[in-house]
């Protein structure tokens, strides 16, 4: 006779109880807003992702509009070429006929992207090179912790202790009103800078964890066989402990992509200064922000899932270890 599931670990009512808790909460934000006679205002959202501009040609000069090797002019008193015109354009007016000085000749609408497809762009670049700068201070910094050498020792932990002491909020004011300053250094520059340093001393911190969890006979067997211990840490020690460290390596440049929505106080147009932006000028906050969220959420989605296919991967070759 088959075991019987207690209803509570079955997982379709499970899954089905779980789905009613958030239809639920759900509603309650949605009758919080409804009692607040707020007025969703969801049809204005697309707009923010692209939008289609019209272009309109107007006429330089009085006269007639002639076509000669494929390009418009306008002859007059003198024959003046009309620029950015081309058959793409929906005329107003045929060749040949006049036209007056400032009538538009032609126009066209153009898809452009909007503020949040911008936004979204400037906050995975800004996230892309931040990493980047977090795994190179990373791995430095903690090679530097398990020196021999007294003073990088020192050096590294007295840049760990500090940056990991302070906020990340203050250390992007500190940087980019003293720093970027001082160097002349662009303010996403100096966002990148801000966040790479600050995640590159907790990178640090879990690199030399990971590297001290591996076995030393390994380090010792390398040098027997005529390894130079550069060469043993590139080759042996650092892809294992990277292995090991994986899954929280993944947890932080999920909270990397999270955490580089405060650079938008230092006026960068990221996601989060966009949102903002968009609040201001249309007074939606509740659509606005459900939609940053979803984006971020999105983001940090996709990173988690690929961080997962590496931990099978590496798995299915023989373990993390």
Do not use: C
Request: net charge neutral; hydrophobic share 50%.
């Amino acid at each position: 006779m088959a075991k019987r599931i207690p209803l509570g670990q079955n997982k379709t009512v499970g899954h089905f109880v779980a789905l009613l808790f958030f239809v639920a909460v759900g509603y309650f934000f949605y009758a919080a807003a409804a009692n607040m006679n707020y007025v969703w205002k969801w049809n204005s959202v697309p707009k923010y992702f692209a939008y289609d501009e019209t272009i309109s040609i107007e006429a330089p000069i009085d006269g007639k509009l002639v076509l000669e090797s494929n390009k418009y002019f306008i002859q007059g008193d003198e024959k003046v070429e009309v620029t950015n015109l081309d058959s793409s354009f929906s005329f107003d007016y045929e060749v040949g006929e006049d036209v007056y000085e400032g009538d538009y000749i032609a126009s066209k609408e153009e898809l452009h992207a909007g503020p949040i497809l911008s936004g979204l762009w400037v906050t995975l670049k800004i996230s892309f090179f931040a990493m980047l700068l977090t795994l190179v201070i990373g791995i430095i910094v903690a090679l530097m912790k398990l020196s021999s050498m007294i003073f990088l020792q020192d050096i590294a932990t007295v840049y760990i202790t500090i940056i990991r002491g302070t906020p990340l909020l203050v250390q992007i004011f500190l940087f980019y009103f003293i720093v970027a300053n001082i160097f002349e250094l662009e303010r996403m520059v100096a966002g990148i800078l801000s966040l790479g340093i600050f995640f590159g001393a907790y990178m640090a911190e879990i690199l030399r964890g990971a590297i001290q969890s591996i076995d030393k006979g390994q380090l010792e067997a390398a040098k027997s066989l005529g390894i130079s211990n550069f060469q043993a840490m590139r080759h042996i020690i650092l892809p294992q402990a990277f292995k090991r460290a994986l899954p929280t390596l993944v947890g932080e440049t999920i909270a990397l992509v999270k955490d580089s929505s405060l650079v938008s106080v230092i006026s960068i147009t990221d996601l989060t200064k966009v949102g903002k932006e968009i609040v201001a000028n249309t007074f939606s906050p509740f659509e606005t922000w459900i939609v940053i969220a979803l984006l971020y959420l999105s983001i940090t989605s996709i990173l988690s899932l690929i961080g997962h296919r590496l931990e099978k991967r590496m798995a299915a070759k023989g373990g993390m270890s």
